[in-house]
């Protein structure tokens, strides 16, 4: 039996052990969730939003547990995981005001009865949640589903099996029928085990990579539903804006919030050639030289935590000094952060102007700032990227904003906010790498449910008046 292992990485504490599931519990898994389908899909609507109204009293119940266990596995700033639990709840509300816009049921009449639509799920969804929002990510997953009348298995990231173990606590408070979600945990052999089995919906959130290979894997089953959602190299334009200091808190908040593990987080700063680029890099360097990186209970409070581990900050820290190594100008170099474990790293800025640096995103606080000569070039720049999730325009400009608007390939583009601006009842979702066309939050809805168009009469009746060409 192989064991799992989670770490603090504030700390190198182990924070909570279990056995990862053996590809047999993997297949009895996903045998519970399609035996339970017809049961949850058949009851009347009203039962499942009853059941995840009782979830969502319990996520409220235990906020204070559940935020502290997940910055304790995290690293995140306690402040971030309580908003993270606020996210969880409030997302039970705003999924059913989804469902019944996005998917609901509408009738109208028509001359031989009425038409309806109807709205029916896929089956047994699978859902694989990331590390960075290990609660509310996959949660935005399981929520939408379950309402729809899909089934759940579950497998949290290896990185983070203890919210995943405590978010099945919750939803067995609930007391959801057997079988209607599923809890299995590992690491990607667990996860490739799931996807071996005969699933209807893979729901993801994740790199962009993984993204691609789900997309091969399943080519050939058009019956799986896709739901990626995947990462971004996100572009930030800043233009024709006077006050450096204020620009400067946008496009920190862009680039280092959640130690830049989001994937919305901006990793290219676009730039005018001059004075007025020179004024903006000063003041975003300024003031990431006063962010407190430092353990999630440190006082005072930190801004942000660790990267999720040593592993993930050698690894990034091996990225940036591949750009360094093709001619970046360091601007704020990153390293330890005092005497803290080798997961911290200081927030990085380094100028790449004129480089052919890799198109890939490092997720960690560094920052690539690009200077260019127009905002039409600031625009090609901000597109010159295979992913498409987030970007921003900041400028006191709103004519900029109506050229940006019209022209970025983004799913997420802000004006004078922060690049990680998002909503839950707006969609949330990206292009070409980011994704598949199927944005989640608000629109989660779509994918965990099929439109059908019924064509209804009452009684059998005879229709021959209605058919044209039949012999006499």
Request: hydrophobic fraction near 45%; aromatic fraction near 8%; glycine fraction near 10%.
């Given at each position: ?69 997940i ?40 001359a ?123 572009p ?40 007025a ?15 407190n ?45 005092g ?10 800025i ?46 006191d ?18 004006f ?6 998002a ?50």
């Amino acid at each position: 039996m192989t064991q799992l292992t989670s770490i603090d990485p504030a700390t190198g504490q182990t924070v909570w052990e279990g056995a990862a599931s053996s590809p047999a519990e993997v297949a009895a898994a996903v045998a519970r969730a399609r035996a339970a389908i017809h049961d949850w899909a058949d009851r009347p609507r009203q039962d499942r939003i009853d059941a995840v109204k009782r979830y969502q009293a319990v996520l409220k119940r235990r906020t204070p547990e559940i935020a502290e266990a997940i910055s304790r596995e995290t690293g995140k700033a306690l402040w971030e995981t309580t908003a993270e639990l606020g996210s969880m709840a409030g997302k039970v509300d705003i999924s059913i005001r989804a469902y019944d816009e996005r998917t609901g049921e509408r009738t109208a009449q028509t001359a031989f009865g009425h038409a309806t639509l109807r709205h029916r799920p896929h089956g047994v969804a699978a859902v694989l949640g990331p590390f960075n929002f290990p609660g509310h990510l996959p949660n935005g997953h399981i929520v939408p589903a379950l309402l729809a009348g899909d089934t759940v298995v579950f497998k949290p990231s290896e990185e983070t099996p203890w919210t995943g173990a405590l978010m099945a606590e919750c939803l067995a408070e609930a007391d959801l029928p057997e079988g209607v979600f599923n809890l299995i945990q590992g690491g990607r052999d667990v996860g490739a085990a799931l996807l071996d089995q005969p699933i209807d919906a893979l729901m993801f959130t994740g790199s962009g990579a993984a993204g691609a290979y789900f997309r091969r894997k399943f080519a050939d089953d058009p019956h799986v539903i896709l739901a990626l959602e995947l990462g971004g190299n996100n572009p930030l334009v800043v233009w024709d804006a006077a006050d450096a200091q204020a620009v400067a808190g946008i496009v920190v908040q862009s680039a280092f919030v959640t130690t830049g593990q989001r994937c919305s987080c901006a990793r290219r700063l676009v730039l005018p050639e001059g004075a007025a680029g020179d004024a903006v890099v000063e003041a975003v360097a300024a003031m990431a030289d006063r962010l407190n990186f430092a353990p999630w209970d440190s006082t005072p409070e930190p801004y942000a935590g660790p990267l999720i581990s040593v592993n993930a900050a050698q690894a990034a820290l091996q990225a940036l000094q591949q750009r360094i190594d093709l001619g970046a100008k360091v601007i704020r170099s990153s390293g330890p952060v005092g005497n803290l474990p080798g997961a911290f790293v200081k927030p990085a800025i380094i100028d790449v102007t004129g480089l052919n640096v890799l198109d890939e995103e490092m997720f960690a606080p560094f920052l690539q700032v690009i200077r260019v000569p127009s905002f039409e070039a600031a625009i090609e720049a901000a597109n010159a990227t295979r992913y498409g999730l987030s970007a921003g325009l900041v400028s006191d400009d709103p004519k900029n904003w109506d050229r940006f608007i019209n022209r970025i390939r983004a799913g997420v583009a802000n004006f004078n906010r922060p690049t990680t601006g998002a909503a839950g009842d707006m969609p949330f979702g990206g292009l070409g790498d980011s994704g598949n066309h199927r944005p989640s939050a608000y629109y989660a809805a779509d994918y965990c449910a099929y439109p059908v168009a019924s064509f209804e009469a009452g009684a059998v009746k005879n229709i021959e008046s209605e058919m044209r060409g039949l012999k006499q």
